[in-house]
Structures are given as C-alpha cells and as structure tokens.
C-alpha cells in the first residue's frame, strides 16, 4: 500500500525559509514523478513543483520559481521542498503527491495517491 508522509510544516516569519519532507513507501517510483501541491483557505489546490524520480528534472509554478527548490533523496525515499523567501501568500497546507502521468504533472487530478498534508503558516 503506498504511503506518502509530509513533515516539517510550521510558522515562519516572512523573508524566512523551512523544508518539508515527503517519506514514501509501498512501492518502487522509479517511473514516477512527485510533487508538492498547496491549498489555501478558500482557495483551489494549486501545483507548487515536482519532480521526476528517474532522473531528477524539476518543474516549478511561476510563483515559486527561484524561490523553492525540490529535491529527493533515493536512498530514503524522500523528496524534500526547500522554500526560501517565504511570503505571507505561501501559507497553506502542503501535499505530497505522486503520479505516473507524466504529460499533466500540474493537475491535481493526475495524481493517484496523496499524503495527509502539512501547514505551513507565513507571517508578516
């Protein structure tokens, strides 16, 4: 049964950086690419970045890029989301989410598993 973790959420106050984590277990991903997604209050979930296992190549959101990285750890299973420069605007719950359709990695609706998620609260 596949499982994906998050940890690592919390407060942070605006200009300031946090990492959350994605632990995934249950099956192989080689042939998969992971991603973070976000959902504020009231808001639609939105593609944040992903990852392909195999490989490494990374995708980001416009609002995002330069300012977050992902990354993964093949030996632990895990993909990390750094953010750096965080802004008020960045607070909501991070998900992990995994999927193997590659051609529409930045709709939620590809992804067949999900973790529990994580908040991440920006002050201002």
């Known amino acids: 049964q596949v499982q994906l973790v998050e940890s690592g959420g919390g407060l942070v106050q605006a200009g300031g950086s946090l990492r959350v984590s994605c632990a995934a277990s249950?099956?192989?991903?080689?042939?998969?690419?992971m991603a973070w997604f976000r959902q504020a209050p009231g808001k639609k979930r939105e593609f944040v970045a992903a990852?392909?296992?195999?490989?490494?190549?990374?995708y980001y959101a416009d609002s995002v890029k330069g300012r977050f990285t992902i990354s993964r750890d093949n030996a632990a299973n895990t993909v990390y989301l750094q953010m750096n420069s965080l802004k008020p605007e960045d607070t909501a719950a991070y998900y992990c989410?995994?999927?193997?359709?590659?051609?529409?990695?930045?709709?939620?609706?590809?992804?067949?598993?999900w973790g529990q998620g994580t908040q991440v609260t920006v002050s201002s």
């Open positions: 249950g099956r192989t991903f080689s042939s998969y690419i």
């Open positions: 989410a995994a999927t193997i359709r590659p051609s529409t990695y930045t709709s939620d609706s590809s992804y067949a598993y």
């Open positions: 990852i392909r296992w195999s490989g490494g190549s990374t």
